[in-house]
């Protein structure tokens, strides 16, 4: 089943792509600043992995344009509180426990509303971004195992999970991606091997 998702905001709708397969062990989240090319490979390889998978936005089309809103973390980690709350009161969603993937500027955020909702975020899996500006107190209650996908040659992401690492008490990991490599299949395994019913 395929349909749509609306979550309203300040600056308009954000517009998301729910696609739910028969009998899903589970929901990812791919909330994004902007989306990638490489987000279609992800959604297939969770798709497969018999997980219902949403696409949404983060930023309005009035935000993008706005230089910088996508590093706005306190936005962006509203935004994902937002939409979990939506997905918590959604027929479809709210019986199945969420793995939030994030991207970018993204991740601190995905960190955030994971630490806040984590009777209802079971796994988190970043690719990039500065997770240390999640906040030490977020780093903290952060509950949700996180893995950390980073680029070799991504040295800001690197130190910054070495920053945020000892503020972390759940299960935490990181991983280098080759060149070229997509993320898809490391978020699988992960979504798949910590995702549990509600």
Same mark, same amino acid.
């Given at each position: 089943?395929?349909?749509?998702?609306?979550?309203?905001?300040?600056?308009? *709708?954000?517009?998301?792509? !729910? #696609?739910?397969?028969? +009998?899903?062990?589970? &929901? $990812? @989240? =791919? %909330?994004?600043?902007?989306?990638? *090319?490489?987000?279609?490979? !992800? #959604?297939?390889?969770? +798709?497969?992995?018999? &997980? $219902? @998978? =949403? %696409?949404?936005?983060?930023?309005?089309?009035?935000?993008?344009?706005?230089?910088?809103?996508?590093?706005?973390?306190? &936005?962006?980690?509203?935004?994902?509180?937002?939409?979990?709350?939506?997905?918590?009161?959604?027929?479809?969603?709210?019986?199945?426990?969420?793995?939030?993937?994030?991207?970018?500027?993204?991740?601190?955020?995905?960190?955030?509303?994971?630490?806040?909702?984590?009777?209802?975020?079971?796994?988190?899996?970043?690719?990039?971004?500065?997770?240390?500006?999640?906040?030490?107190?977020?780093?903290?209650?952060?509950?949700?195992?996180?893995?950390?996908?980073?680029?070799?040659?991504?040295?800001?992401?690197?130190?910054?999970?070495?920053?945020?690492?000892?503020y972390i008490s759940a299960p935490k990991?990181?991983?280098?991606?080759?060149?070229?490599?997509?993320?898809?299949?490391?978020?699988?395994?992960?979504?798949?091997?910590?995702?549990?019913?509600?």
């Amino acid at each position: 089943m395929n349909r749509d998702i609306f979550l309203e905001t300040f600056h308009g *709708p954000l517009h998301g792509q !729910l #696609a739910i397969p028969p +009998a899903p062990r589970g &929901l $990812a @989240v =791919l %909330a994004l600043v902007e989306p990638l *090319p490489e987000d279609e490979a !992800l #959604a297939a390889a969770l +798709a497969a992995d018999h &997980l $219902a @998978v =949403l %696409a949404m936005p983060l930023l309005t089309e009035q935000e993008l344009h706005f230089p910088d809103a996508a590093y706005n973390v306190p &936005l962006l980690a509203h935004r994902f509180t937002d939409l979990l709350n939506l997905l918590r009161y959604d027929g479809d969603t709210e019986r199945l426990p969420v793995g939030l993937y994030a991207e970018g500027h993204a991740a601190p955020a995905a960190i955030r509303a994971a630490a806040l909702k984590d009777a209802q975020v079971g796994a988190v899996a970043c690719h990039g971004g500065l997770i240390d500006l999640a906040g030490r107190e977020n780093l903290h209650l952060l509950a949700a195992p996180l893995l950390m996908l980073v680029d070799a040659d991504d040295q800001a992401s690197q130190t910054s999970f070495r920053r945020a690492s000892g503020y972390i008490s759940a299960p935490k990991e990181l991983r280098s991606l080759a060149p070229g490599e997509s993320p898809g299949s490391h978020v699988a395994q992960w979504f798949g091997d910590h995702l549990q019913a509600i």
